[in-house]
């Protein structure tokens, strides 16, 4: 083609001062055609390769030996998922909320939930509910001191805030008779 070789794969043939190519002598041919033979071999054993893992439903084996494919005990398996999808955060406040009588208190317990946390960076409040507004006004000033225990159980700048509200107050209902449906004497008739 360039005038040294015959193609890809072939050996360059010199050209001596008068312009006649040198042949190849038997050494490189034998090189060349093992070299063809070798590439070959390499393609129909990769191919062979493929074939044998498809039958066998892809991929490798597990052997003797603990590889990533391993069957995982629960909790493990729970962990790695929870780091893999970002959720610490998300599942230490929910710890905290399973965990609440032990945090704040068995008396603090029984007259304040907490409802939700909102992982906002800039927020990073959790909502109580107290059952009076007594507790309501206790959990207030107790807020600075259970921000701090809560921030040392789950990591500092957890929770800055912690709001508090008073108790739901119970729907209104008028008389023995009432319109399906009414929210009480707000409603509309009609």
Same mark, same amino acid.
Request: charged content about 25%; aromatic content about 4%.
């Given at each position: 083609m360039n005038g040294r070789g015959e193609g890809p794969g072939e050996p360059l043939r010199e050209r001596s001062g008068g312009g006649k190519a040198t042949e190849p002598s038997g050494v490189d041919l034998a090189r060349v055609a093992l070299r063809a033979a070798k590439e070959q071999a390499r393609a129909r054993g990769a191919a062979a390769q493929q074939k044998k893992q498809a039958r066998r439903g892809g991929g490798l084996r597990s052997g003797a030996r603990a590889d990533g494919r391993d069957p995982l005990p629960l909790g493990s398996a729970i962990n790695r998922l929870i780091t893999e999808r970002g959720w610490e955060t998300p599942a230490a406040v929910g710890g905290v909320m399973?965990?609440? !009588?032990?945090?704040?208190?068995?008396? @603090?317990? /029984?007259?304040?939930? !907490? @409802?939700?946390?909102?992982?906002? !960076?800039?927020e990073r409040v959790l909502t109580v509910?107290?059952?009076?507004?007594?507790?309501?006004?206790?959990?207030?000033? @107790?807020? !600075?001191?259970?921000?701090?225990? @809560? /921030?040392a159980d789950l990591g500092q700048g957890t929770v800055r805030f912690i709001k508090v509200l008073g108790p739901g107050v119970p729907q209104r209902r008028f008389g023995p008779l009432r319109a399906p449906g009414s929210t009480g004497p707000g409603d509309t008739y009609g």
């Amino acid at each position: 083609m360039n005038g040294r070789g015959e193609g890809p794969g072939e050996p360059l043939r010199e050209r001596s001062g008068g312009g006649k190519a040198t042949e190849p002598s038997g050494v490189d041919l034998a090189r060349v055609a093992l070299r063809a033979a070798k590439e070959q071999a390499r393609a129909r054993g990769a191919a062979a390769q493929q074939k044998k893992q498809a039958r066998r439903g892809g991929g490798l084996r597990s052997g003797a030996r603990a590889d990533g494919r391993d069957p995982l005990p629960l909790g493990s398996a729970i962990n790695r998922l929870i780091t893999e999808r970002g959720w610490e955060t998300p599942a230490a406040v929910g710890g905290v909320m399973g965990r609440w !009588p032990q945090i704040v208190g068995e008396d @603090l317990a /029984n007259h304040c939930v !907490p @409802l939700r946390y909102d992982e906002d !960076p800039d927020e990073r409040v959790l909502t109580v509910q107290c059952d009076s507004t007594a507790w309501a006004t206790q959990l207030r000033l @107790l807020a !600075p001191q259970l921000v701090a225990r @809560l /921030n040392a159980d789950l990591g500092q700048g957890t929770v800055r805030f912690i709001k508090v509200l008073g108790p739901g107050v119970p729907q209104r209902r008028f008389g023995p008779l009432r319109a399906p449906g009414s929210t009480g004497p707000g409603d509309t008739y009609g």
